[in-house]
């Protein structure tokens, strides 16, 4: 009876392309002028965020006598109102920026991912919690809900990382629990069942999978929003605390002396701008390269 058992056992396949994306995905990327562009931009930002030691000039918060000095000359983009080198300045912002959107977007990506597999798979009082919860933290507009969880907590890298966590969990907790709720009853999910597969099983090898593509998508879109938070948290004074350098605060500090020197706010006010530009690139093309649907049409 068990070797007839064996014999009969149905041979669990995914009926759609799922996975991890290949070097496929990255040659479609690259082929795409839109996502050669982004892709560019975020290859450009991360180099710049982490080799600046070895790139910038000079000491990001050393101080000199050379105050909004112009571009050219001993300072590449110019100096700020304390003398301090804004190229040095703008590339360690960049480390900071970046760190702070990665360790965001990671931490919210895996309990966002983890809540909603689970809501959309167990249902029942599971759901139950999860769902209500996450659509409370949807109606608070993302900048509104992080600046009142930094403004109780006070301000510093932990609690903004804590605060902007709260902001992006929802959007993975969906994704996960729509892509779960679409496969959850296949035909392959019963059969795994009937062969005996445990649930924790059947999550991670079977229904994890379908939900890689939008998830991928929506990594790199939360990591252009998060650039933009972090950047208008410290615009307000609630970001990283100074000396270290940051994107918004030196926006903030350049904003006051823009009649004499337009340099220290035009310049990490472009960084922000290409940054969020490339990572949304970056997003769009994904989309369209992993979206089954627009695949099926090229």
């Not at 070097?23 to 479609?28: F, G």
């Not at 600046?147 to 992006?168: K, Q």
């Not at 009937?194 to 229904?207: E, F, K, P, Q, S």
């Not at 706010?265 to 940054?275: F, H, K, R, T």
Request: hydrophobic share 55%; aromatic share 6%; charged share 15%.
């Amino acid at each position: 009876m068990s070797a007839d058992t064996r014999l009969i056992r149905p041979r669990l396949t995914l009926p759609i392309k799922s996975g991890l994306p290949g070097a496929h995905v990255l040659r479609s990327v690259v082929r795409d002028p839109v996502g050669a562009a982004g892709l560019l931009i975020v290859t450009l930002i991360v180099i710049a965020a982490a080799f600046a030691p070895l790139i910038a000039p000079y000491d990001p918060i050393a101080m000199s006598n050379q105050r909004l000095a112009p571009p050219g000359g001993a300072f590449l983009l110019g100096s700020d109102e304390a003398g301090r080198d804004l190229f040095s300045r703008v590339l360690y912002g960049a480390r900071t920026s970046l760190s702070v959107a990665l360790a965001v977007v990671v931490t919210s990506a895996v309990i966002g991912v983890t809540l909603g597999l689970l809501a959309g798979f167990f249902r029942s009082w599971v759901d139950g919690i999860v769902s209500p919860a996450m659509d409370v933290l949807f109606a608070f507009p993302t900048l509104l809900l992080a600046l009142a969880i930094v403004s109780a907590r006070g301000p510093g890298v932990e609690n903004l990382v804590i605060a902007l966590v709260v902001v992006f969990v929802p959007s993975f907790a969906r994704i996960a629990r729509g892509a779960t709720l679409a496969v959850r009853r296949e035909a392959y999910i019963e059969s795994g069942r009937a062969v005996g597969l445990g649930n924790a099983r059947l999550i991670l090898t079977y229904i994890l999978p379908n939900a890689i593509a939008p998830i991928m998508v929506q990594f790199t879109t939360s990591i252009a929003v998060a650039i933009l938070v972090e950047a208008s948290l410290g615009y307000l004074g609630l970001g990283v605390p100074p000396p270290a350098p940051s994107w918004g605060a030196m926006l903030a500090s350049g904003k006051a002396l823009i009649e004499l020197s337009i340099w220290p706010s035009v310049i990490p006010g472009l960084c922000i701008m290409i940054a969020v530009l490339g990572f949304n690139l970056l997003g769009d093309t994904l989309r369209d390269v992993l979206d089954p649907r627009l695949n099926s049409r090229r």
